[in-house]
Protein backbone atom coordinates (compact mmCIF):
# COMPACT_ATOMS: atom_id res chain seq x y z
CA UNK A 1 0.00 0.00 0.00
CA UNK A 2 1.54 3.28 -1.09
CA UNK A 3 2.22 5.76 1.82
CA UNK A 4 3.83 9.19 2.76
CA UNK A 5 7.08 8.97 3.92
CA UNK A 6 8.68 11.50 6.23
CA UNK A 7 12.05 11.60 7.88
CA UNK A 8 13.25 11.87 10.13
CA UNK A 9 10.72 10.29 12.82
CA UNK A 10 12.47 12.06 15.71
CA UNK A 11 14.62 15.03 15.64
CA UNK A 12 16.54 16.63 18.84
CA UNK A 13 17.85 20.11 18.22
CA UNK A 14 18.96 23.06 19.89
CA UNK A 15 17.67 26.59 19.61
CA UNK A 16 18.66 28.98 17.29
CA UNK A 17 19.89 25.99 15.16
CA UNK A 18 18.22 25.19 11.44
CA UNK A 19 16.31 22.17 11.29
CA UNK A 20 14.57 20.16 8.38
CA UNK A 21 12.42 18.26 7.82
CA UNK A 22 11.52 16.10 4.08
CA UNK A 23 8.36 14.65 2.99
CA UNK A 24 7.60 12.27 -0.24
CA UNK A 25 3.95 12.12 -0.83
CA UNK A 26 1.92 9.05 -2.76
CA UNK A 27 3.05 9.06 -6.23
CA UNK A 28 0.21 10.98 -8.31
CA UNK A 29 -1.25 12.73 -5.74
CA UNK A 30 -0.77 16.57 -6.69
CA UNK A 31 -1.94 18.30 -3.16
CA UNK A 32 1.12 18.09 -1.01
CA UNK A 33 0.29 19.92 2.59
CA UNK A 34 2.46 20.43 6.02
CA UNK A 35 0.67 20.62 9.39
CA UNK A 36 2.25 21.33 13.10
CA UNK A 37 0.32 19.43 15.61
CA UNK A 38 0.66 20.56 19.39
CA UNK A 39 0.05 17.99 21.71
CA UNK A 40 -3.33 17.75 22.76
CA UNK A 41 -4.45 19.81 19.44
CA UNK A 42 -5.23 19.34 16.34
CA UNK A 43 -3.20 19.60 13.08
CA UNK A 44 -2.77 23.35 12.03
CA UNK A 45 -1.79 23.80 8.16
CA UNK A 46 1.10 25.38 7.77
CA UNK A 47 1.58 25.28 4.20
CA UNK A 48 -0.44 23.73 1.33
CA UNK A 49 1.27 22.85 -2.08
CA UNK A 50 -0.73 22.62 -5.88
CA UNK A 51 1.99 20.72 -7.54
CA UNK A 52 4.61 23.27 -7.18
CA UNK A 53 2.90 26.06 -6.56
CA UNK A 54 2.10 27.38 -2.86
CA UNK A 55 -2.04 27.81 -2.39
CA UNK A 56 -1.60 28.66 1.07
CA UNK A 57 0.78 29.46 3.70
CA UNK A 58 -1.14 32.37 5.53
CA UNK A 59 -0.30 30.39 8.68
CA UNK A 60 3.23 29.79 7.86
CA UNK A 61 5.68 32.04 10.10
CA UNK A 62 7.99 33.54 7.40
CA UNK A 63 10.45 35.19 9.37
CA UNK A 64 11.73 31.43 10.14
CA UNK A 65 9.89 29.09 8.50
CA UNK A 66 10.50 27.91 4.53
CA UNK A 67 8.94 25.29 2.81
CA UNK A 68 9.80 23.93 -0.94
CA UNK A 69 8.35 21.08 -3.86
CA UNK A 70 10.87 22.28 -6.49
CA UNK A 71 9.87 19.36 -8.86
CA UNK A 72 5.64 18.63 -7.34
CA UNK A 73 7.28 15.56 -6.02
CA UNK A 74 8.81 15.57 -2.50
CA UNK A 75 9.18 18.48 -0.29
CA UNK A 76 11.37 20.03 2.19
CA UNK A 77 10.20 22.29 5.52
CA UNK A 78 12.95 24.03 6.96
CA UNK A 79 12.76 26.22 10.30
CA UNK A 80 15.74 28.43 10.71
CA UNK A 81 16.54 29.41 13.74
CA UNK A 82 14.26 27.20 15.74
CA UNK A 83 12.79 28.61 18.86
CA UNK A 84 11.71 26.71 21.67
CA UNK A 85 7.86 26.99 21.15
CA UNK A 86 8.59 25.16 17.70
CA UNK A 87 8.37 21.68 19.63
CA UNK A 88 5.89 19.99 18.17
CA UNK A 89 4.74 16.91 15.69
CA UNK A 90 5.26 17.97 12.00
CA UNK A 91 2.73 16.04 9.58
CA UNK A 92 3.25 15.86 6.45
CA UNK A 93 0.01 15.22 4.43
CA UNK A 94 -0.87 14.27 0.53
CA UNK A 95 -4.21 14.33 -1.28
CA UNK A 96 -5.28 14.06 -5.22
CA UNK A 97 -6.07 17.55 -6.27
CA UNK A 98 -8.04 19.18 -3.84
CA UNK A 99 -10.60 20.18 -5.84
CA UNK A 100 -12.17 16.89 -5.67
CA UNK A 101 -13.93 17.31 -2.66
CA UNK A 102 -14.63 14.02 -1.78
CA UNK A 103 -10.82 12.54 -1.90
CA UNK A 104 -9.19 12.17 1.11
CA UNK A 105 -5.78 12.99 2.95
CA UNK A 106 -3.18 10.34 3.85
CA UNK A 107 -0.74 11.16 6.49
CA UNK A 108 2.92 10.16 6.54
CA UNK A 109 4.38 9.11 10.36
CA UNK A 110 5.36 12.64 11.74
CA UNK A 111 8.42 14.26 12.31
CA UNK A 112 8.74 15.17 16.36
CA UNK A 113 10.73 17.86 16.86
CA UNK A 114 12.39 18.95 20.66
CA UNK A 115 13.91 22.32 20.40
CA UNK A 116 15.59 22.87 23.59
CA UNK B 1 -15.20 30.61 8.01
CA UNK B 2 -15.36 27.04 7.56
CA UNK B 3 -14.80 24.62 10.93
CA UNK B 4 -15.32 21.69 12.51
CA UNK B 5 -16.60 21.51 16.42
CA UNK B 6 -15.72 18.66 18.66
CA UNK B 7 -17.20 17.54 21.54
CA UNK B 8 -14.77 17.95 23.96
CA UNK B 9 -12.66 15.01 25.58
CA UNK B 10 -11.08 13.01 27.68
CA UNK B 11 -13.72 9.68 27.20
CA UNK B 12 -13.18 7.19 29.47
CA UNK B 13 -15.35 4.01 28.85
CA UNK B 14 -15.22 0.26 29.92
CA UNK B 15 -15.04 -2.16 27.29
CA UNK B 16 -17.93 -3.43 25.52
CA UNK B 17 -19.49 0.48 26.08
CA UNK B 18 -21.52 2.16 23.56
CA UNK B 19 -19.37 5.21 21.87
CA UNK B 20 -20.59 8.49 20.71
CA UNK B 21 -18.21 11.22 19.75
CA UNK B 22 -20.03 14.24 18.45
CA UNK B 23 -19.37 16.55 15.73
CA UNK B 24 -20.77 19.42 14.18
CA UNK B 25 -19.48 21.81 11.05
CA UNK B 26 -19.82 24.95 9.70
CA UNK B 27 -19.23 25.09 5.81
CA UNK B 28 -20.20 26.69 2.79
CA UNK B 29 -21.50 24.66 -0.08
CA UNK B 30 -20.87 20.98 -0.31
CA UNK B 31 -17.91 19.52 2.18
CA UNK B 32 -16.92 16.06 2.14
CA UNK B 33 -16.45 14.86 5.83
CA UNK B 34 -14.17 12.67 7.27
CA UNK B 35 -12.88 11.12 10.72
CA UNK B 36 -9.30 10.12 11.42
CA UNK B 37 -7.76 8.38 14.31
CA UNK B 38 -4.16 8.79 15.27
CA UNK B 39 -2.45 6.44 18.24
CA UNK B 40 0.65 7.55 19.98
CA UNK B 41 3.44 9.03 18.11
CA UNK B 42 1.70 8.21 15.24
CA UNK B 43 0.05 10.59 11.98
CA UNK B 44 -3.50 10.66 11.57
CA UNK B 45 -5.72 7.95 9.80
CA UNK B 46 -8.42 7.51 7.87
CA UNK B 47 -10.92 5.85 9.93
CA UNK B 48 -14.39 6.57 7.55
CA UNK B 49 -15.68 9.09 4.68
CA UNK B 50 -19.23 10.38 3.93
CA UNK B 51 -19.25 12.54 0.60
CA UNK B 52 -22.55 13.81 0.51
CA UNK B 53 -25.72 14.28 2.52
CA UNK B 54 -27.32 11.42 3.96
CA UNK B 55 -24.25 9.12 3.35
CA UNK B 56 -23.21 6.68 6.39
CA UNK B 57 -19.77 6.14 6.58
CA UNK B 58 -18.21 2.44 8.09
CA UNK B 59 -15.34 0.88 9.17
CA UNK B 60 -13.98 -1.52 11.85
CA UNK B 61 -17.05 -1.08 13.52
CA UNK B 62 -17.33 2.77 13.19
CA UNK B 63 -20.26 4.47 11.77
CA UNK B 64 -21.11 8.47 11.00
CA UNK B 65 -23.84 9.58 8.99
CA UNK B 66 -23.30 12.85 7.41
CA UNK B 67 -26.51 14.80 8.40
CA UNK B 68 -27.29 18.42 6.32
CA UNK B 69 -29.90 19.28 8.30
CA UNK B 70 -27.93 19.51 11.95
CA UNK B 71 -24.45 20.06 9.98
CA UNK B 72 -23.24 16.84 11.78
CA UNK B 73 -21.08 14.00 11.46
CA UNK B 74 -21.23 11.86 14.98
CA UNK B 75 -18.86 8.70 15.17
CA UNK B 76 -21.02 6.24 17.00
CA UNK B 77 -19.53 2.44 17.44
CA UNK B 78 -21.66 0.19 19.40
CA UNK B 79 -18.98 -2.02 21.36
CA UNK B 80 -16.01 -0.80 22.08
CA UNK B 81 -11.92 -2.60 22.46
CA UNK B 82 -9.50 -1.63 24.48
CA UNK B 83 -7.34 -1.24 21.06
CA UNK B 84 -9.55 1.50 20.29
CA UNK B 85 -7.74 3.72 22.81
CA UNK B 86 -6.71 6.88 20.43
CA UNK B 87 -7.28 10.24 19.51
CA UNK B 88 -10.18 10.63 16.86
CA UNK B 89 -10.40 13.94 14.22
CA UNK B 90 -13.48 15.14 12.39
CA UNK B 91 -12.68 16.62 9.48
CA UNK B 92 -13.93 18.22 6.12
CA UNK B 93 -12.57 18.99 3.12
CA UNK B 94 -14.26 21.74 1.27
CA UNK B 95 -12.82 21.50 -1.55
CA UNK B 96 -10.01 23.88 -0.93
CA UNK B 97 -8.69 23.21 1.91
CA UNK B 98 -9.02 20.62 4.89
CA UNK B 99 -10.61 21.42 8.59
CA UNK B 100 -9.57 19.22 11.49
CA UNK B 101 -11.00 19.61 14.83
CA UNK B 102 -9.53 19.37 18.06
CA UNK B 103 -9.44 15.96 18.70
CA UNK B 104 -11.49 13.48 21.58
CA UNK B 105 -8.86 11.02 23.34
CA UNK B 106 -10.72 7.85 24.20
CA UNK B 107 -9.62 5.20 26.73
CA UNK B 108 -11.09 2.12 26.88
CA UNK B 109 -10.30 0.22 29.97
CA UNK B 110 -10.85 -3.38 30.44
Known amino acids: EAEVAQSPRYKITEKSQAVAFWCDPI?????LYWYRQILGQGPELLVQFQDESVVDDSQLPKDRFSAERLKGVDSTLKIQPAELGDSAMYLC??????????????FGQGTRLTVV | GDSVTQMEGPVTLSEEAFLTINCTYT??????LFWYVQYPGEGLQLLLKATKADDKGSNKGFEATYRKETTSFHLEKGSVQVSDSAVYFCALNTGNQFYFGTGTSLTVIP
Open chain 1, 93 to 106: ASSLAIERRNTEAF
Open chain 1, 27 to 31: SGHAT
Open chain 2, 27 to 32: ATGYPS
